[in-house]
């Protein structure tokens, strides 16, 4: 797509009315550092394990190097916990020893939803209670040394809802709970009730934006117009993903029954990639640098028992192990 890349960095752009219909562009220093956050449940601390390594190579820490923090899903929990000067120990804590208090649910609780099947599948009360414990009523517009950009999925529009911090501050309209934009952005059907916003339902961002890279970008364009994109460099981090695709003897001439179960993970992960191809075809290589391994097996996205944290831990160490240079490079873009 080298036209996309000429259209945004070439002489059109001097002519083209592209900056001219956004009303209100920011005249402040651009940007030049971004983080962003795929979705993925209690992979987040796959997420986690990964920074902490390009942390170690950075002096302080690494949301200290970013002007601009996004993410989806569990990467909302990881975007404001980052804005709001935690550690990422304090956020390896939360998804390691309250699991059990974020996928609450009681026995009488999972027989009256059919585990599930009937109604959703946790009590998202202990969830919010959490929420609220680390982030009280602080709202958006209480975000003054970082950009953060959460999303979510309106289910009413079937659009996407964005929180964003600086959106915030110039509209109270927008000014909502930090606690209810990850509970919004964390929605998902099946596994949460969704939350209601202004009399739409809002569910997980996972569902259409599940890597939030590209997206991230266009939203700082409408921020600050093309011109932001000259000098941006971008890490994204995933959660670790395992290759879960079906072959077409398999699945060329299935019905509703043999979808049901995988057309969420299918969405999630074909649009995490359709999201990362594009920013590659926006971005240079110098600019975006995307950091993602393997899980040896799949990880639901509520399954916080022992085994499966060593199974994430292990296989973000594993991939710290053998791609130094990923990591290298990662602390490079955000350290330079």
């Known amino acids: 797509m080298e036209w996309l890349k000429t259209l945004v960095y070439g002489a059109q752009v ?3 009315p592209l900056t001219i219909s956004e009303p209100s562009l920011e005249m402040a220093p651009f940007p030049t550092k971004v ?6 449940g209690m992979r987040g601390l796959y997420t986690i394990k990964i920074m902490q390594a390009v942390e170690d190579q950075l002096n302080g820490k690494i949301s200290d190097h970013v002007q601009v923090i996004a993410g989806t899903s569990t990467g909302s929990i990881l975007s404001f916990g980052l804005a709001e000067n935690k550690s ?3 956020l390896e804590d939360l998804y390691k020893n309250h699991g059990h208090e974020i996928f609450y649910h009681t026995t009488w609780e999972m027989i009256e939803t059919g585990d599930g099947f009937y109604a959703s599948k946790y009590d998202p009360s202990h969830f919010e209670a959490l929420l609220q414990q680390n982030f009280s009523q602080k709202t958006l517009q209480d975000i003054e040394n970082h950009h953060v950009i959460v999303y979510a999925t309106n289910i009413t529009t079937q659009t996407v809802k964005i929180f964003d911090t600086k959106t915030a501050q110039k509209d109270p309209e927008e000014n909502d709970k930090i606690w209810f934009a990850i509970r919004s952005s964390t929605a998902a059907p099946y596994y949460f009730p969704l939350t209601q916003w ?3 339902a809002l569910g997980d961002g996972g569902l ?3 890597n939030p890279s590209m997206a991230t970008a266009i939203q700082l364009k409408k921020h600050y117009g093309w011109d932001v994109l000259k000098n941006l460099k971008m890490v994204s981090f995933g ?4 290759a879960t695709g079906m072959s077409y003897e398999y699945a060329h001439n299935n019905g509703a029954l043999q979808w049901v179960i995988p057309i969420s993970d299918m969405i999630m992960k074909s649009s995490s990639n359709m999201y990362n191809q594009w920013a590659e075809d926006l971005l240079s290589s ?3 640098l995307r950091v993602d391994g393997k899980l040896t097996t799949d990880i639901g996205l509520d399954d916080y028992s022992p085994q499966s944290i060593l199974v994430i831990e292990t296989a973000a160490l594993t991939y710290i192990k053998d791609n ?3 990591i290298d490079r990662a602390a490079k873009m955000l350290g330079e």
Do not use: R, S, Y
């Open 14 to 16: 001097a002519t083209a």
């Open 35 to 40: 983080m962003t956050m795929d979705g993925g």
């Open 88 to 90: 990422l120990a304090a």
């Open 198 to 200: 202004k009399g739409h």
């Open 208 to 210: 259409i934006v599940n």
């Open 239 to 242: 959660t670790g993903t395992h």
């Open 286 to 288: 110098d600019q975006l």
């Open 324 to 326: 130094p240079e990923m």
